[in-house]
């Protein structure tokens, strides 16, 4: 039982599903932390206001504290916007550099001179419209 355990514990999705959960935690606060020290008081330039918190409104003798609401959805928006300018377009720009070399694949399929559905490069007859084609053109 225990070495089934063991096994588990030491395959590599397990450790790279670990690593990948402290590397986004710790990742999670840097980027609260720049939020909240750099693009909140952007906003707080361009509106006037970092703070919604104090933010009520009432109807009869209920009080709805919106404030806190337009907080955590600003806050979303600058994290979001934050995880994609600074994280996501630069992984891709990496990785389609990193696969700008590769060679296209082989063509499979070709078209059917008659229909123009797809169809295998091999193919003797179309399946669709049942046309005889030439036999390892692609078109």
């Known amino acids: 039982m225990l070495d089934g355990f063991k096994k588990f514990i ?13 590397v986004g935690a710790a990742f999670g606060s840097v980027v609260t932390e720049l939020t909240k020290a750099f ?3 952007l906003i707080a330039l361009v509106v ?25 959805v600003i806050s979303f928006v600058l994290i979001a916007a934050a995880v994609y300018f600074f994280v996501v377009v630069p992984v891709n720009w990496l990785i389609a550099r ?4 590769e060679p296209a ?17 091999a193919a003797r007859r179309c399946a669709h419209c049942a046309q005889p084609q030439t036999v390892g053109v692609a078109a």
């Open 105 to 121: 694949p082989a063509a499979t399929t070709k078209k059917c001179s008659e229909c123009l559905s797809e169809i295998p490069i």
């Open 48 to 72: 006037g206001k970092p703070d919604y918190s104090n933010l009520k409104f009432t109807v009869r003798t209920t009080m709805f504290p919106i404030g806190d609401f337009i907080n955590a």
């Open 10 to 22: 030491l395959r590599g999705n397990v450790v790279d599903m670990a690593v990948g959960v402290v």
């Open 98 to 101: 990193m696969h700008k070399d």
């Open 39 to 41: 693009l909140t008081p």
